[in-house]
């Protein structure tokens, strides 16, 4: 039923830029919070950012913050991430997470992920 699928993962160089999409269906979108999770290769997974369900609250890991952009369009059911100055360490399979409502850091439903690669 419920339904997220990443989409604009890619091949970038260090210091270049990349946006993420993730469209949601099955639920009611605007309601919710979003997530952004990723793991690394061989690593465990790593929150990256949420915003509220109007989009009007925002909130980033200090690996990303300054340099990554969390937003959604409610009226696409889309969510967004724009990353800039990409770094190496920022290669990762990217998810998006719909959050458990009231229990940080845990998440009831994933997309399938899409790969983002710095390197030169």
């Known amino acids: 039923q419920v339904q997220l699928v990443e989409s604009g993962g890619g091949l970038v160089q260090p210091g270049g830029s990349l946006r993420l999409s993730c469209a949601a269906s099955g639920f009611t979108f605007s309601s919710y919070a979003m997530s952004w999770v990723r793991q690394a290769p061989g690593k465990g997974l790593d929150w990256v950012s949420e915003i509220n369900s109007g989009g009007g609250s925002t909130y980033y890991a200090d690996s990303v913050k300054g340099r990554f952009t969390i937003s959604r369009d409610n009226a696409k059911n889309t969510l967004y991430l724009q990353m800039n100055s990409l770094k190496p360490e920022d290669t990762a399979v990217y998810y998006c997470?719909?959050?458990?409502?009231?229990?940080?850091?845990?998440?009831?439903?994933w997309g399938q992920g899409t790969q983002v690669t710095v390197s030169s």
């Open positions: 997470a719909k959050p458990v409502p009231g229990i940080p850091y845990e998440y009831n439903y």
